[in-house]
């Protein structure tokens, strides 16, 4: 198996979405270089470059203080979301929010990983709601979702509308 990675998003991008966290936690790039053990000349050569060894990237963004994951393209039924979000639905999903339960066997059971994941994380930044103990469910449904770029276009997809749920989850909770 080949450790380059050669599909999109370019090393150069993917080295950029770190590089200002990198800049400020080593004030250079050449201190990231030596942080992460990579030659400072391989730093520069990746903006350019259509491939990187896997080790490499790794070590870069473990340095800065990111995580590589592997994440599905395809969910198990082949969407990301319920094909309809009922009202019966949607009533169940707010009394799981307000359950406080985070069994992950019993968030599997309300829909796609990406659909549930994306829910445990928007109940993470709600006011009243434990963020660490979601944000965890969060990535053990679907690792990455805590990513901004990828909990930004489950909220921009998913048929749950953040500044609805989250007052009515609040509410059912019994917080005002």
């Known amino acids: 198996m080949n450790s380059s990675i050669n599909q999109s998003p370019l090393p150069g991008q993917l080295i950029d979405q770190m590089k200002m966290t990198a800049k400020h936690k080593f004030k250079n790039l050449r201190g990231w270089a030596e942080a992460s053990g990579v030659p400072q000349e391989t730093l520069s050569r990746l903006k350019t470059k259509s491939s990187c060894d896997l080790r490499t990237l790794q070590a870069l963004a473990q340095a800065a203080g990111y995580k590589i994951a592997v994440i599905p393209k395809i969910a198990e039924n082949g969407a990301h979301f319920p094909k309809k979000l009922s009202r019966d ?88």
Not at 105 to 132: M, Y
Not at 159 to 171: S, V
Request: charged residues 25%.
């Open 89 to 176: 639905m949607e009533i169940e999903l707010l009394a799981l929010a307000a359950s406080g339960n985070t069994e992950i066997d019993t968030w599997k059971q309300h829909g796609p990983s990406f659909f549930v994941g994306g829910l445990a994380a928007l109940l993470a930044c709600g006011r009243g709601f434990d963020r660490e103990k979601y944000m965890n469910l969060a990535e053990e449904l679907h690792p990455g979702i805590s990513n901004h770029e990828v909990f930004a276009k489950w909220l921009k997809s998913s048929p749950i509308r953040a500044a609805r749920f989250l007052p009515m989850a609040r509410k059912r909770k019994g917080i005002e």
